[in-house]
Structure formats: structure tokens, C-alpha cells
């Protein structure tokens, strides 16, 4: 491929500049991350239509090319395992099948409306682990939240009724014996509370960008699960009649898990295709622009491969999750998904509440 660049010189990045000599660029080194400043090389993929560059342009010719299905390798060598297995399955799966809007994504549920619900091996439940997702020191205050009662009573009490109205005359439930363990049963019938972890767009992009200027790099949790939450749901609960009147219920213990959509839908109001980062075979090229571009809606910043100068100039192609639909249309293959982890019961702080017999 014949491609025309444009070099401009770099002076770090600014958030609130998009001029093209304003750029900071982070590439792998050694299996290590490394800010790198300097000479940037802007290649537009179809020609005209480039940045505002201010000096001459000057050229590069190469024959690399590149490929979606080559990502999964590249996540490996960066050591992100959870990202690497999961788009591996995604990829696997044949025939496609593609969640398309907002309500059909964290549902699982076709794109016609018509063929219902995923298959069930699309209900991942084995790759995620929620102690894996704990090791990430930013995931621990929401983890506190879904065990403090005061958090898990706010504005719950109408699905913690849904929930256990239907036991009132029982003395006690363990609800993952009366679904046999199926987390996803848990979930439909018992999930009454949940805590955000960077769940749209715009802040997944802040995630990634933002572990990488506060750790040094992106982690393998950014890239396996981007935006995400974690969810409540009873776990135990005991009934007590009253002399007044009523049942007293009393939620004694919650399971804590995580619950999330795998899927490369674009949300219509964040922006355009979401800017996934510059990728080669080997690894990821950050360009925080490219982050900017997407949250002021100036998308096109996004669309251009670059080429850092130095020991690491190989092009590095950019990313969309429009490219990963193409790529599901041309080969009919490629499955969404909803994951969910383990599950962990703790004990809380009594919620109680009261029921009609």
C-alpha cells in the first residue's frame, strides 16, 4: 500500500488542542510502555481530506498490512490473556450474530428481534473471574458499595419485593439452590442492585487513556472488559409474620458478580464508532487525540494510521468497533456476547422490609 504522511513535530499533548503538533503517543517497548514524544508520521487511508498540517508533507511507501483477526495476537504479547481469550471466542463463533441497539446489547438478544436470545454458549460464564477483576485496585470502592446496606437499599425496595415476594411463606431461601447455581437465573430473578465501573464510551476511552498517564499502560481489565458493572443479588433471605400483620423480610446475604455485554454496537449519542486505539501485530499505539476527536465529535482525528519515528515506526492501523462489524458482515462469523463472573456471597447489615401475606 502506497500511503502519503504527513511528519509534524510533536510538543506532548494538550487536551484542549488539536493542532497536529500537539501529540503524544505511547508504544510498547521491550514489553514495556513508554511515553514517546517526537516526530509523528499521519497517513490518511483515502487520501485528501487530512489535519491541519502546517508544514510541507513528505511520503513513506510500505507494504504492511493489517487485519482485526491479528489483534488477539497482539493482546497476548502486550500480556492482556482475558482480552486475548475473549475476542479469540468472538471470533470463533459462526454464524454471526449482532446485538443492535441499546436495549438488544445487555439482553443478549439478536439483531432481528426475531431469533430471541443468544445461543447459550454466548452466555459466556467461565472466562471472567471475580477475583481477577478485584486484583484491580479501582474496582474495590465499587465492591465496598454493593456490601454497605444503606447503598443497596437505595431505590431497590420495588425488585427486592419482585424478588422474594413469591417465598414470603417459606422461613428461609438460599436462592442459588433454588436455581441450581445458574448465575444468569440469579441474575433475572434476584439482581435488585448494581455499581458502574467506566461504563460508556467515553469513559471507557478515560479509562484507557487515563490508566496509561497514572500506571505507565492500559491494563488487561480496560481491554477485556472496557465499561462494566457489578451487580447484587440476593442471596439469603429470612421470613418472620408479625402480630400486626405481614411478613418481615430480612435480606442477610447478597451475591456480588459481574454482568457484561460483549459487543462491538455503537451507541448512536457517544460520538461516532468507538476509537478502539492504533494496532499492529505486535501491540497498541495510544494517541489520546484520538480520544478527544471522539468525546468533541470530531471524529475523523481517529481515522488516519500513523507511524512513530524511531526504533518502533511501524505503522499502526486504527481501530473502530465499526471495523469489527465490517469484518462480522464480510465473513459471517463473529458472536456477541454477555459475560458474567463467579459470583461471591457476603454477609451484610440486615435490609428489612415488610410484605403482605
Known sequence: MNAQCYKERSKGFL???MSAQELTVYTPSNGEWRQQSGDIWWSNREGGNSPDITRGP???TTDEKFEVTEIPGAMSKMGWHKSAALLRKWFAYAPKNQAMNSFQ???????????????????DKETIKLDWVLSYPRTQSGFKNLQNSNYLSTNTRESLVSGVYPYRHRQRINTLDLVGGNIH??????QFQYVKVDTSALDKAAQFFGAMLRH????DLAGALGGFAMYAAIAEATFTPLFIGGIEVSI???AIYVKNPYSFFDDPGEGGPQYLG????????????GFVAQKANWGSWSNYIIRPEGPHGRTFWPVHNSDFRRWQDAHNAG????????CRVVKIDPIRFRVMK
Open 278 to 289: 492504533h494496532w499492529n501485530k505486535d501491540g497498541i499505539c495510544l494517541v489520546p487525540e
Open 105 to 123: 446489547k445487555p439482553h443478549g438478544i439478536n439483531r432481528d428481534g426475531k431469533t430471541g436470545v443468544y445461543p447459550a454458549d454466548r452466555f
Open 185 to 190: 437465573a440469579l441474575h433475572n430473578n434476584f
Open 15 to 17: 487536551m484542549n488542542s
Open 216 to 219: 505507565g499502560k492500559p491494563d
Open 335 to 342: 458472536g456477541d456476547m454477555v459475560l458474567f463472573s463467579d
Open 58 to 60: 513528505e511520503t513513506f
Open 252 to 254: 442477610t446475604k447478597v
